[in-house]
């Protein structure tokens, strides 16, 4: 099989990049990490000799270059199938991608108030009525997969690890980072992912 590589930025800060490292490192197959900091003069530059989008993550296996997280964590699930990325039940498989898209494609004002940080800790930000809306349907969907496809299986959404959990993975270290309220299924929720192996080595690196 064609050599991995997956080009991530700077581990404390870059949630794009640890959602589809998790689902590489879930498939227990060996990849090649190429460490980008962010926010330097030469960012950019370093960015451009791996993918003409210019950003990360960027996933390389042989000649292919895959750019954008959901993508990357889609590619990964159908070339390492044994992984299980996605749930079995083709209910439970429409949700949790329901779900993942909703998280790449919303809660702005969640990212703009409480930006990835797995090094430090702040103050809870000023509870905005949009922020809070966000906050409270993150949760709801958390306590809503939980109930419905999460009782067997693990202490995930839908039970075992998924890429609706690598999805989600950056906003439970947000929730640790600024010590955000939670109810009793979302703090459990927050711990099993913060307490996963591969979450640990992230922020122990970072």
């Not at 210019?54 to 199938?81: N, Q, R």
């Not at 103050?123 to 949009?130: G, L």
């Not at 075992?160 to 009793?184: C, E, G, H, K, N």
Request: charge should be positive; charged fraction near 25%.
């Amino acid at each position: 099989m064609p050599a991995l590589e997956i080009v991530i930025g700077t581990k404390a800060s870059s949630s794009w990049s640890l959602r589809p490292w998790l689902a590489l490192k879930t498939t227990g197959e060996k990849f090649r990490e190429t460490l980008i900091e962010l926010r330097q003069p030469d960012t950019k530059e370093k960015i451009l000799r791996h993918s003409p989008a210019g950003f990360v993550p960027i996933l390389k296996h042989g000649k292919l270059v895959v750019w954008e997280s959901l993508a990357i964590c889609e590619y990964i699930a159908d070339t390492f199938p044994k992984a299980k990325l996605w749930p079995d039940d083709r209910a439970a498989r429409a949700v949790a991608r329901a779900v993942a898209t909703e998280m790449h494609g919303g809660f702005a004002p969640l990212r703009a108030a409480m930006s990835m940080d797995v090094k430090n800790r702040h103050p809870t930000p000023p509870m905005t009525p949009e922020l809070k809306a966000n906050i409270d349907r993150v949760t709801e969907i958390w306590r809503d997969c939980r109930k419905r496809f999460g009782k067997k299986g693990g202490p995930f959404l839908f039970g075992r690890f998924s890429i609706a959990d690598a999805m989600y993975a950056p906003v439970a270290t947000r929730f640790v980072t600024y010590q955000v309220a939670l109810d009793p299924v979302s703090a459990a929720y927050v711990k099993a992912v913060n307490d996963l192996p591969a979450m640990k080595e992230w922020i122990k690196a970072a």
